[in-house]
């Protein structure tokens, strides 16, 4: 790995781990920016509401320290600054996606366990959406032993699910309260009422349950697995960087 010299922005627990897997590999980290640097590696995603980059920092002011040659690795940058810049978007990538989400199902399922009072085996589970997120919660609910039910919204999906083992409903219909652990994962109000006293987390980007006792639940993996999060990261800039797109 010889000629690659990163510098992380961005001081998150993941990207801590990401710079170690990085210099074990026998990457370059460059710990200020300059124009020595030929990776510019960012927290994934990459910035707040406000513009500033996640774990602090300030794009105009970093860019400006860096080469127009540096190629800019993270999530989600589309950004003006970023225009004249070779970026390399994560969450563009399927292959990040897909592993991310599988690291989300884990956490989700992990913040459940230490929220409820009794194990999941044999519980009553709603997961709505079956998208990544979706797809690899309802696995992994099923694997222990959970009962669970899936909201999709298409018809094709609705079957598929129920070859597969799961029951169904249409996302346009769903009643939250006969469930003792509700999962959702599509990021907009699909049900602004959600009655029940069942545990109630929402993963999406934007809530998709309305009612006030809802765990909003974002950015699980960064947060309650930095390390599996950071060896992503520093696998998925490893993968781009070897040409293996």
């Not at 991310?100 to 959406?129: D, F, Y």
């Not at 609705?158 to 346009?172: E, P, V």
């Not at 974002?218 to 070897?242: H, M, V, W, Y």
Request: aromatic letters at 6%; proline letters at 7%; hydrophobic letters at 40%.
């Amino acid at each position: 790995m010889e000629g690659f010299k990163f510098h992380l922005a961005g001081h998150t627990a993941a990207l801590k781990y990401a710079g170690e897997l990085l210099h074990n590999t026998g990457c370059t980290l460059l710990p200020h920016p300059c124009t020595e640097v030929t990776h510019l590696l960012l927290p994934v995603p990459s910035f707040e509401p406000d513009g500033t980059i996640k774990g602090g920092g300030n794009l105009p002011d970093l860019l400006s320290h860096l080469s127009k040659d540096v190629v800019i690795m993270g999530g989600n940058l589309s950004r003006p600054e970023l225009k004249e810049y070779h970026c390399i978007d994560f969450l563009k990538d399927p292959v990040y996606t897909a592993r991310n989400s599988n690291i989300t199902a884990h956490c989700a399922l992990r913040l459940a366990m230490n929220k409820l009072p009794v194990t999941l085996e044999g519980l009553q589970v709603l997961v709505i959406g079956w998208g990544r997120i979706g797809k690899c919660l309802a696995q992994l609910l099923k694997s222990i032993g959970a009962q669970v039910t899936v909201a999709a919204r298409k018809e094709s999906d609705r079957a598929m699910l129920c070859a597969l083992g799961y029951r169904t409903l249409n996302t346009q219909s769903i009643d939250t309260a006969p469930y003792r652990l509700v999962y959702n994962t599509v990021p907009h109000m699909l049900c602004p009422q959600s009655p029940g006293n069942g545990l109630k987390i929402d993963l999406a980007s934007n809530l998709g349950l309305g009612s006030p006792d809802v765990l909003w639940a974002r950015g699980l993996p960064g947060k309650d697995a930095p390390e599996s999060s950071g060896q992503l990261i520093a696998c998925t800039a490893l993968r781009f960087i070897n040409g293996k797109e």
